[in-house]
T-cell receptor, first 115, second 115 residues
């Protein structure tokens, strides 16, 4: 068990470009979550999946954001036409809903800088 | 809607001093879960503890202890005999309804332990 992994760890892009992040959850976990953390703040929920179904989306997730988990394993988060306000740490977490202890385990995050 | 407030933004102590981090929460749900996470300088969120709303028993784990009081909607965290390695940002979080639901985080408290 290698824990939750995220790729890339850092991304620098120019305003207006599209970016895509990947998250690989802990292998037996059926739930996968995306959060965003700006400097000096706590993480904020964006969306989550149970298997391949996207069950909830935050109002923070504008039309420029899309998340997928096509086979119920890894997930991608795409941001189109990036803006400077998108600069943040994007955190992925996973959990097993059928387990007694279904707390969320977090990955190392992808830090996005939009110039 | 849920809300978590961590009024202390930063606490600085000298090694071996005790430090208590405050957390106050708001929710209309009768079933909810409270969490503490640690975020060291490396950035990865580390799970510390989970409590459910029906269990007000305080807990001690090594140098860490937690005090849950429903009457004041508080879930405070104490580090006894602090060490330099305890330097990190600590987040209190809440999930309503089930532990695997989305987390609502507080703004975090930065703890700096000086040698």
């Amino acid at each position: 068990d290698t824990g939750v992994s995220q790729d890339p760890r850092h991304k620098i892009t120019k305003r207006g470009q599209n970016v895509t992040f990947r998250c690989d959850p802990i292998s037996e976990h059926n739930r996968l979550y995306w959060y965003r953390q700006t400097l000096g703040q706590g993480p904020e929920f964006l969306t989550y999946f149970q298997n391949e179904a996207q069950l909830e989306k935050s109002r923070l997730l504008s039309d420029r954001f899309s998340a997928e988990r096509p086979k119920g394993s890894f997930s991608t988060l795409e941001i189109q036409r990036t803006e400077q306000g998108d600069s943040a740490m994007y955190l992925c977490a996973s959990s097993e809903s059928r387990a007694r202890d279904d707390e969320q385990f977090f990955g190392p995050g992808t830090r996005l800088t939009v110039l | 809607a849920q809300k978590v407030t961590q009024a202390q933004t930063e606490i600085s102590v000298v090694e071996k001093e005790d430090v208590t981090l405050d957390c106050v929460y708001e929710t209309r749900d009768t079933t909810y879960y409270l969490f503490w996470y640690k975020q060291p300088p490396s950035g990865e969120l580390v799970f510390l503890i989970r409590r459910n709303s029906f269990d007000e028993q305080n807990e001690i784990s090594g140098r860490y202890s937690w005090n849950f009081q429903k009457s004041t909607s508080s879930f405070n965290f104490t580090i006894t005999a602090s060490q330099v390695v305890d330097s990190a940002v600590y987040f209190c979080a809440l999930s309503a309804g089930a532990a695997g639901n989305k987390l609502t985080f507080g703004g975090g408290t930065r703890v700096l332990v000086k040698p």
